[in-house]
């Protein structure tokens, strides 16, 4: 990667973050990150590189998830990424699908240990790419990042790339004016390739198709394969393009919620579901 500055190297962003990352979690104070953040950006920046959580990352200050893990990353799905720490072991292995940047499958990568395993799938090669950079960089070993698409059938798709600074609303169901052609499969299948039998945790960030996945993994995999407990992006206005609402469906399959926050939803197995 070219381009890189270092926060050390940047006084002004070493500042404003030695700030920003000392917010505690309160209502409202991310507010204050943002103004924080928006006073650093009133010109075009590099990415930079930086510590979080003790990962080396490097962030771009000009997409919108980049800067919020950049400025505040305590706050950055803190309440999700609590649970998955309370709930993940070691030897325990997590799914993350629509990884992005790798958030929660770093967090992940310490809960489960060397014993364990992350699978980390994303679909934009870019995006995949930094996380692949993010685990050389760090020398992980028990995350696989693997730039595939996570559909309900086999196939090539269109993914519409969202280049208005947010490129984690990269959707295979919402129109975009860029995109790229992404191999696709049914998740089981991948999970097969990747010879796992049994997984503690999924996470879903797919841009509203997520129902389509789930359906037809729910379909398909053996109770055996049905996660401990599932994060789930759920949007509602997501569910006329999507076919479906993937909250009532999971919910569906003796799931129940735990915790919601302002689009994500923790649900874990609370009954016997037969199939």
């Known amino acids: 990667m070219e381009n890189i500055r270092h926060t050390e190297s940047d006084v ?19 507010a204050i990150g943002n103004f924080l953040k928006r006073i650093y950006l009133r010109k075009k920046r590099n990415p930079v590189e930086t510590e979080i959580f003790g990962y080396k990352m490097v962030l771009d200050p000009g997409e919108y998830v980049d800067a919020e893990i950049l400025f505040i990353p305590q706050l950055y799905d803190y309440r999700e990424i609590s649970f998955l720490e309370k709930n993940l072991e070691k030897g325990d292995c997590f799914v993350d699908v629509g990884t992005h940047l790798g958030l929660y499958s770093l967090a992940a990568s310490l809960c489960v240990g060397d014993e364990g395993f992350v699978l980390a799938l994303e679909a934009n090669p870019t995006t995949c790419q930094k996380l692949g950079f993010t685990l050389k960089r760090n020398n992980i070993k028990n995350i696989t990042a693997v730039n595939i698409g996570v559909a309900d ?9 969202n280049t208005s600074g947010n490129s984690g609303g990269d959707s295979f169901v919402i ?6 052609d992404v191999e696709c499969l049914p998740l089981l299948d991948i999970l097969s390739m990747h010879n796992i039998s049994k997984v503690r945790g999924m996470k879903f960030d797919i841009e509203g198709f997520e129902f389509r996945v789930l359906r037809r993994f729910f379909d398909d995999a053996p109770l055996s394969l049905y996660p401990d407990f599932i994060i789930l992006e759920f949007n509602p206005e997501f569910i006329a393009v999507a ?33």
Do not use: W
Not at 246 to 272: H, I, P
């Open 12 to 30: 002004e962003l070493r500042i404003l973050t030695g700030i920003s990352r000392l917010l505690p979690r309160m209502p409202k104070v991310g």
């Open 153 to 161: 059938k086999a196939c090539t798709m269109r993914l519409g790339l």
């Open 175 to 180: 129109s975009h004016d860029e995109g790229v």
């Open 243 to 275: 076919g479906g609402d993937s909250l009532d469906l999971v919910k569906s399959k003796g799931y129940s919620e735990v915790l919601r926050s302002r689009l994500n939803f923790v649900l874990q197995k609370s009954v016997a579901f037969d199939k």
